[in-house]
């Protein structure tokens, strides 16, 4: 499938028409969707219905945005105005938005096409896809290992081409860890760039949407449809939002780039470090000055995150109560028993999990210990990152320590597949933009991520670093064969 | 700082979760090895350190309190398990049998 710019004037030379190119994508989802299950749900009838009207805005002249008649897949915690937006969850299995997210909002208005939800581990809450009560999503690369997660489903929709372009959503890696494991482009936003507004809740303080692509440039022009100040949400920026793609130059001549040396340590797959080394002096050719940079904290990000992320968890997810919308058990005695077990057949094993590891975290006598000490250890890690980015404009390591495992590795152990989340944690808890590119394979063939970290608000230098980066090598150019 | 079964049986009651018996024993397992996962932390000295509430720091966003009536009042109802009329409807808070 076409670049959207390739798209874009294919569609104004009326060379091929909106509504032919979601044919295209619907067809090409319906013969793969049996083997790689990225979708919970294909909404063909309201592609063709946005496509139709892209098609009625070019036959009368109008000037048509980037986006407008592009196919791309939401991930199915974003709210679609009566579209199920389930969350991978029984809990939600049967709700459907009465309002659309900002995101969703503004991609109708850009005038994209939605070809369907995709996947993800329930409530966003997994590195695998592995906990969405649906269905099990494939690696495109390989059918037998994980996609990644918890945006699972928008990688290896993007990855296999069944979409152009997706929307997901991380809140620890869940874009940036799946981008890698499917060989594509992910991208983290600055906390609070991107309206959180619509967003089924996690953990509030660390979840941002953000663009999944299969090149920089694609990824660019969705976070300039998405990215700007909301009212309806109380952490949004109010800041200027510029053209990302301006910053989409192939030069890194006097540009900064630390090497975060603490990720390059015990854990790491001996092809990934090869990989990312490559990498790094790629940039070196580049122009880039290389810098080794400690950041000493940095490993303790996985244990403050695992306190705070299902702290605000178990207090975001105790709506889910049975009264207001979703599933409600039918036969409950009395409310206690309504809630309590509505809830536990609602809600899966490892959301059930976090919601315990948060209100215990956040009970009498325990939240000195667990809460309010990750807070701390959260300011620590900040400002190993402020002191990093006194001295370098880009901070690179690898996006995840291995390349994708094989669907049932990890999902007997927990605490395993937390420590997948390693390197991509610590940007969330500072708020900071991060970004994974394809930057080589494994010899089984499988891809592997650069992650390239820059500084608050400054997507700019993250977007350069990772446009020359690409521009120097074809990793972005090959596919899988599905 | 392990968590015992019984523990783990208060903590499921507040979050509002009923857990079978195998689901308190493997859960009281797992969080224990989470929880000392945990005790990484009190390597640091974070005694004089300010806690991170929010990622980026924002200052108080307020707005006027004015009423703003929701225009798919209808829909929001229609989406509850059970509603009667304009209001959502539950069972019975208070156990006649005890």
């Known amino acids: 499938m076409a670049s959207i710019r390739e798209l874009h004037h294919q569609l104004i030379n009326k060379e091929r028409s909106a509504v032919e190119v979601a044919q295209e994508a619907i067809a090409r989802i319906q013969t793969l969707e049996p083997k790689l299950h990225s979708f919970l749900q294909v909404t063909a009838e309201v592609a063709l219905q946005q496509a139709q009207q892209v098609d009625a805005r070019i036959a009368a002249g109008e000037e048509l945005g980037l986006l407008a008649g592009i196919p791309v897949g939401i991930k199915d915690n974003i709210c679609t105005k009566g579209v199920l937006t389930t969350c991978a969850s029984r809990i939600l299995e049967n709700f459907v938005p009465p309002y659309d997210a900002t995101v969703s909002q503004k991609l109708i208005d850009a005038g994209a096409v939605m070809v369907g939800k995709t996947n993800l581990d329930e409530f966003a809450m997994g590195g695998s896809t592995e906990t969405s009560a649906f269905q099990l999503t494939a690696n495109p690369w390989d059918l037998e290992r994980v996609p990644g997660g918890s945006s699972g489903g928008s990688a290896a929709a993007v990855a296999a081409e069944e979409c152009v372009v997706s929307l997901g959503s991380d809140t620890g890696g869940s874009i940036r860890q799946p981008a890698s494991f499917c060989g594509i482009v992910g991208m983290k936003p600055t906390y609070g760039l991107v309206s959180r507004y619509g967003l089924v809740a996690f953990a509030s303080s660390l979840d941002q949407i953000g663009p999944f692509a299969r090149s920089v440039e694609d990824a660019a022009v969705l976070l300039n449809a998405i990215a700007g100040y909301d009212p309806m949400d109380s952490t949004s920026l109010k800041v200027e939002i510029p053209d990302y793609t301006q910053f989409l130059v192939p030069d890194l001549n006097g540009k900064k780039v630390g090497v975060i040396t603490e990720t390059f340590g015990e854990g790491l797959d001996s092809e990934v470090e090869k990989a990312v080394r490559q990498a790094i002096q790629q940039l070196k050719d580049l122009g880039a000055e290389i810098q080794e940079i400690s950041c000493p904290r940095f490993r303790y990000g996985i244990a403050a995150y695992y306190i705070i992320a299902p702290s605000e968890a178990s207090a975001n997810l105790a709506r889910y109560d049975g009264v207001k919308y979703g599933k409600r058990i039918e036969d409950a005695e009395n409310l206690m028993e309504m809630y309590t077990r509505t809830r536990a057949e609602g809600f899966g094993a490892e959301v059930k999990r976090r919601i315990m590891i948060g209100t215990y975290a956040l009970s009498a006598g325990y939240y000195d210990a667990y809460y309010l000490k990750a807070q701390k250890v959260r300011t620590l890690i900040k400002q190993d990152f402020e002191a990093a980015f006194g001295k370098v404009d880009v901070l690179v390591c690898p996006t995840a320590p291995t390349p994708a495992f094989k669907a049932g590795d990890k999902s007997a152990d927990p605490l395993s597949m937390y420590l997948i989340d390693l390197m991509t944690i610590p940007v969330n808890l500072a708020g900071l933009p991060g970004m994974s590119v394809p930057c080589g394979f494994s010899s089984e063939g499988l891809p592997i991520g650069l992650q390239i970290i820059g500084n608050v608000l400054r997507e700019d230098q993250v977007f350069q670093a990772a446009y020359a980066y690409e521009q120097a090598t074809d990793w972005h150019t090959r596919s899988p064969h599905v | ?98």
């Open chain 2, 1 to 98: 700082m392990a968590i015992d079964r019984e523990q783990v049986h208060k903590v499921a009651h507040l979050a509002r979760l009923e857990l079978t018996a195998a689901e308190e024993e493997q859960f009281t397992s797992q969080l224990s090895s989470i929880l000392d996962y945990f005790e990484q932390l009190s390597e640091l000295d974070v005694q004089d350190v300010q806690p991170t509430t929010r990622a980026i720091d924002v200052s108080n966003v307020t707005r006027a309190d004015q009423l703003k009536p929701y225009p798919n009042r209808e829909e929001i109802l229609d989406s509850a398990p059970d509603r009667d009329g304009e209001f959502f409807k539950v069972p019975k808070i208070i156990n006649t049998s005890e």
